[in-house]
């Protein structure tokens, strides 16, 4: 079994800064890309970005310039620094990663983190 755990999230000031973390756990062979995803009361699911296991990384257009998204393939974890957060960053933000498991490695499944609570205040 696998686990994403995310943490970091809470209250954060307008131009303030926040670091997320996402730890996946378990029976894991490698792991592709990881990212995180959010979505705000009454809006669909969006992409925040997303990184490659070798580095390659792709951003919304909306947080390009003010989030950075990075990953320590040695503890399995990614991070998502927020700064200069707006009020249009207030999300649940969750992360994913494409996973291979032992005893399976032929086959990537997606994993989903239980989401963290972000908002920005003023």
């Known amino acids: 079994q696998v686990q994403l755990v995310e943490s970091g999230g809470g209250l954060v000031q307008l131009g303030g800064s926040l670091r997320l973390s996402c730890a996946a756990s378990?029976?894991?062979?490698?792991?592709?890309?990881m990212g995180w995803h959010r979505q705000a009361p009454g809006k669909q699911r969006e992409l925040v970005a997303t990184?490659?296991?070798?580095?390659?990384?792709n951003y919304a257009d909306s947080v390009k310039g003010r989030f950075t998204i990075s990953r320590d393939n040695a503890k399995n974890t990614v991070y998502l620094q927020m700064n200069s957060p707006k009020a249009e960053d207030t999300a649940v933000y969750y992360c994913?990663?494409?996973?291979?498991?032992?005893?399976?490695?032929?086959?990537?499944?997606?994993?989903w983190g239980q989401g963290t609570q972000v908002t920005v205040s003023s």
């Open positions: 378990g029976s894991i062979f490698s792991i592709n890309t």
């Open positions: 994913n990663a494409e996973i291979r498991m032992h005893g399976a490695s032929w086959r990537a499944v997606d994993y």
């Open positions: 990184i490659s296991r070798g580095g390659s990384i």
